[in-house]
DNA sequence: CAATACTATATGATTAGTCTTATAGTGGAG
DNA sequence: CTCCACTATAAGACTAATCATATAGTATTG
């Protein structure tokens, strides 16, 4: 469901095509929601014969035939629906890399050391894309959506990818945590 | 692939049924990995044509039938390769309560306080729900897996349990932040 | 002895997401 | 003039997950 209410979000701002849609997926909002191309167009359809959207013009300005859709009346209840109702099960996401924190135990002191500066490498490797990228993104998203820069739709995204800043310290500081701790008891 | 591999792991801990496995999924891991029972089943039969695991043994001790899974050598080897080779592609999963909030600037300010609100009142739900409950599940755990309580495979469950209530307490902050950033933008 | 709760496994229908491949046009580099 | 990159849409096959429902046994309670 996420999927098309993060569309209807997109095409709240501007009209677009699916196209515009993936590129600003990929920019602004990777990090929590990595986009299939092919399920872009499948939501598209799907909202389109749900009135949730509708067929803004089909152009072909110097390139290949472009699609823009617009939200309709219909599609902005349903988007400011999903927005003032969080539910809890939104709240509970699938995080493989939490089950594999879970299960390291199960290795060895050697290999659960590797296993911590590996979850450490990635993590500060995501962290260094958000903290160089994310900005730049912002800034992408707001010529490619056509917004001015401070408009005030602009100010939660740049939350949302605070959030992913945040998170990644944090994350670093209990990996560090554990790992003082392993270290602690082989010494005991 | 996730769920497979964690089914792995609890049956590298002792064999156990399906049934085991569920109960051992909502105790210990369902604020990270909400399991399907159907879904489990499923993963059961392909790890088993897999040769990943191996039928220990029905049983029918006062009760209906019961399917005993034991982990095999391949199958260990699998669960050994997933833990120390964390991919970066098991750090980004979808979290729709961020793309909620990435979407929130849509709202108007009286809205968007209301949705601010609403994440934080469920967060602390959450954060509630781990605290109070996360010693007690991991204490069942424990029982249910028949494992001794400072058995060194359960530390990591605890770190796990620890790391989903410093994100709780990590996101209200910055709720409570954005909260306090739209109010100084009003009064401005 | 009927209702309810718990243990235990399984199928069927559907939805969401992934991965691959096809098609078709434009523009630039070598 | 061919290869490559980019714009743009879409179908096909497949996997993973969800939701409902079926079946069947035990144990407890009223």
Chains 1, 2 share one sequence.
């Not at 993590?123 to 160089?132: A, D, S, T, V």
């Not at 939350?159 to 990996?175: D, F, H, I, Q, S």
């Amino acid at each position: 469901m996420s999927l098309e209410n993060g569309i209807l979000g997109y095409l709240s701002i501007r009209p677009m095509s699916g196209y515009d849609i993936k590129k600003l997926f990929n920019l602004s909002a990777a990090y929590f929601w990595p986009a299939d191309q092919a399920q872009i167009y499948r939501s598209l359809k799907k909202l389109l014969s749900d009135g949730q959207i509708e067929l803004h013009g089909i152009s072909r300005g110097d390139g290949p035939e472009r699609k823009e859709y617009a939200i309709t009346e219909k599609g902005q209840g349903t988007l400011h629906d999903w927005l003032i109702h969080p539910s809890q099960t939104d709240f509970i996401s699938r995080l493989s890399y939490i089950m594999q924190l879970f299960f390291s135990g199960l290795l060895s002191g050697e290999d659960q050391l590797r296993f911590l500066d590996e979850q450490l490498r990635i993590n500060q490797g995501i962290l260094q894309q958000l903290e160089f990228n994310c900005w730049d993104n912002i800034k992408a998203y707001t010529e490619t959506a056509k917004l001015s820069e401070d408009d005030i739709r602009l100010t939660s995204s740049v939350w949302a990818c605070k959030w992913g800043m945040l998170r990644c310290k944090a994350y670093t500081e209990l990996l560090e945590e554990m790992k003082a701790d392993i270290r602690k008891k082989r010494l005991m």
